[in-house]
């Protein structure tokens, strides 16, 4: 499928009065992926208490992300789960979620995972749909949460590249500078930026107990998985923008 999907509306980050619109919160130093902007969320909600939780966000409910088929007929993913419909999903697909380190992440029969390492507890087999491609990304962001998985997921989840491997001797060598210990935060919507046969973008919406942020992800595939695509630098903190509603998104959320 090569059409463009329009990236997700909403209000202007400036007028946000949200705690992702100071100045650190786009801004992170070093190595900063995912993970940067995840730890930073702490400096600003208290998220290190384990007395507070983010709000739910809905659990149903339509963006205003067009669906377009592809022209193409799909093959089965390596990992044995059918290529299946490559319609952009526009409501909350069917999901079952599980707390991932802090975080409750997506799984399904349809889209996966199909694999869980016994050893990691990590995640992976994708079905090669823009659904599969959604719940590969939304494990990613819980997998990070956990420190004992934390090298585990960036080697197995992440594409082969230069900011792979940057990322990767980050948490070999300081994991604790790369994620925040007891780190919270709950998926609340999904959009899709793009979508092709082997290409998605989406941004998560995230939501904290300080407001919410959306985070774009390319995952490609990649040994018949989708993997997430880590910028060159390492840093994609600053695409990370402050969002004050789900407006423009799909709400998804785990209960």
Do not use: H
């Amino acid at each position: 499928m090569s059409d463009q999907l329009p990236p997700a509306g909403g209000p202007d980050p400036g007028s946000d009065p949200s705690p992702f619109t100071r100045p650190g919160f786009l801004a992170a130093a070093g190595v900063a992926l995912v993970l940067i902007v995840l730890a930073g969320f702490l400096v600003f909600t208290g998220g290190d208490d384990d007395d507070r939780q983010a709000d739910p966000a809905p659990t149903s409910g339509a963006g205003s992300s067009s669906a377009t088929a592809a022209t193409a007929t799909p093959s089965a993913s390596d990992c044995d789960l059918p290529g299946g419909d490559q319609t952009v999903p526009v409501t909350a697909p069917e999901t079952e979620w599980t707390l991932v380190g802090t975080v409750a992440a997506p799984s399904s029969d349809d889209a996966g995972p199909a694999v869980i390492d016994p050893a990691t507890g990590v995640r992976s087999c994708y079905a090669q749909t823009p659904t599969g491609a959604l719940f590969a990304a939304a494990n990613f962001l819980a997998a990070i949460t956990d420190p004992d998985a934390l090298v585990a997921a960036v080697e197995e989840l992440t594409a082969d590249g230069p900011g792979r491997n940057t990322l990767l001797e980050q948490v070999r060598t300081d994991p604790a500078s790369a994620i925040g210990t007891g780190t919270r935060y709950q998926v609340a919507g999904f959009t899709y930026l793009s979508a092709q046969d082997d290409v998605v973008t989406v941004s998560l919406a995230i939501a904290t107990t300080g407001g919410m942020a959306g985070i774009p992800l390319t995952v490609v595939r990649e040994d018949g998985d989708w993997k997430v695509d880590i910028p060159a630098d390492g840093n994609v903190s600053a695409q990370a923008q402050p969002i004050a509603s789900l407006s423009g998104y799909v709400p998804w959320a785990g209960a």
